[in-house]
C-alpha cells in the first residue's frame, strides 16, 4: 500500500526485462549474449571442422607424393648396351606406364609391378629397316593407386611432378614392340 492508502501497482517490466511464466524476470540482453555466444560456438566448430579436413587433405596429398617419388627413374648411356630403369619401390604396381623421348616417339610399359625394376637393355633398334637409337631426354608418365588416381610424370632429372589429369596418349612414333624384346624385369628382395 501506498502511504496514500491506495494500493501500490506492481511496476510492469520495461524494455530492460520481460516478465517469464513462473513470475522471474528474463533480460533480453541476456538473450543477446547467449545468442551471440553460442553462433560463436557454430562459427569456432566450423572453423576447426575446415582446419581438421585442410589438415587431413595436405596429410594425403604428403603421402600421395612420398609414393610417388618412390618412382624412379633413370638411364645409363655409358653401360654398353646403354640400360634404362624404372624402379618401383611401392607395395603397389604402377598403371599407364608411359616413356615418352625427345623426339616426341614413345614406349607404352603399361604395368610395373610392385616392388619390382624395370629395365631396358639397348637403345638402339632396326625399326622399318633402318638403325633407330632412343632420343633423350625423356619423361615417365604412370598412374598411382589411389583413389581418385593420381597422375604423375618424372623427368629425365628423376623430378617428380604431379599432374593435373590424366595427360593424353602420345601422338609420336610407338617404339613398344620394336624395343619390347630388350625389356627385363627384377624384383626386389624389399619394398618400402
Known sequence: MSSWGHPTPEPTPGPA??????????????DWLSTLIAGGAVLVSIVSLSQSRDAQKAAQQAQQRERAANVGFFSQAGLQPPHMYIVNR???DIKDVTISFGDG????????????IWHLTNFTENVNGSNYTLRFPA???FTDEDDPPGHWVVDSQDRVQQMKGKPSPPSGFNLTSYFAGHVQLQFLNACV
Open 90 to 92: 611401392n607395395p603397389f
Open 105 to 116: 616417339s614413345y614406349h607404352a610399359v603399361g604395368v610395373v609391378p610392385a616392388c619390382s
Open 139 to 141: 619423361n615417365l608418365n
Open 17 to 30: 526485462a520481460e516478465q517469464k511464466p513462473d513470475g522471474s524476470r528474463r533480460s533480453p540482453a541476456r
